[in-house]
């Protein structure tokens, strides 16, 4: 049985007869965000605690039936922290509850940022509902990360391209390529919406739906890095 030569693997340093060149190559682009987060928070307040219930689960009701009615661009919503709390008088001896308190917060994810601006207006015009954000995000799979790392692979191939020309040679063979770090920049702008001196009295009736607020993207960051070994032709120096 004939076996089949294998090529002995290249050295971790450079030799004169494989030099090796270790580059690094960078990419750093500014792109739109492609979706956006909002937190709403419910709250209710009441000397009963089933009516606090009561009240929190009518309004909750309410705001998703509000946030579903805007179809898929909405593309999440989740309901997170549910607390109905006990309000302790401050005088007087015993342990006498004074009124209850009730939350739920909700988290939305949407797509289409003029929709954004129409349910931000129309959520914070309700009874006892605080709204914060947006928080600007791209896609875990969004392909601004792709084109980030292919542009810093061709951005070390380059550095490397111009070593080699430098000594009057070219590469030979890639060696190693390690990813160092590609991330999405932390670019976003938050705001509050609603709020005690703001919120609605359950009394108040609106004829017409508030005015969109106008809301303005913030560009995100992507960063990738690599780097990159790769073998020289031996120059003749």
């Known amino acids: 049985m004939t076996e089949t030569p294998t090529s002995a693997p290249h050295p971790s340093h450079g030799t004169p007869t494989a030099p090796r060149v270790t580059v690094r190559g960078e990419a750093h682009l500014e792109v739109d965000p492609e979706i956006a987060h909002i937190t709403i928070t ?17 309004r909750n009701t309410t705001i998703l039936d509000l946030i579903k009615s805007h179809g898929d661009t909405v593309e999440k919503l989740e309901t997170g922290t549910l607390t109905i709390r006990p309000e302790l008088a401050r005088h007087g001896r015993g342990e006498r509850i004074r009124a209850y308190h009730g939350s739920i917060q909700l988290t939305a994810t949407l797509s289409d940022f003029t ?11 309700q009874e006892l509902t605080r709204v914060d954000g947006p928080w600007w995000a791209l896609r875990p799979t969004s392909p601004h990360h792709a084109a980030a790392r292919r542009q810093a692979v061709h951005e070390a191939l380059q550095r490397a391209r ?20 590609t991330t999405g920049g932390p670019a976003f702008a938050t705001a509050a919406y609603g709020g005690a001196g703001a919120l609605r009295s359950a009394h108040v009736e609106t004829a017409t739906d508030a005015a969109p607020v106008d809301l303005e993207p913030v560009r995100q960051n992507v960063d990738a890095q690599v780097e990159a070994a790769f073998t020289l032709i031996p120059p003749n120096l």
């Not at 419910?42 to 009518?58: E, I, Q, V």
């Open 42 to 58: 419910l709250t209710a307040r009441n000397t009963d605690r089933r009516t606090t219930l009561d009240d929190l689960t009518r």
């Open 162 to 181: 111009e070593y080699a020309e430098a000594l009057d040679t070219r590469i030979g063979a890639l060696l190693e390529l390690s990813d160092t770090g």
């Open 115 to 125: 929709t954004l601006g129409e349910l931000v207006a129309r959520l914070a015009d």
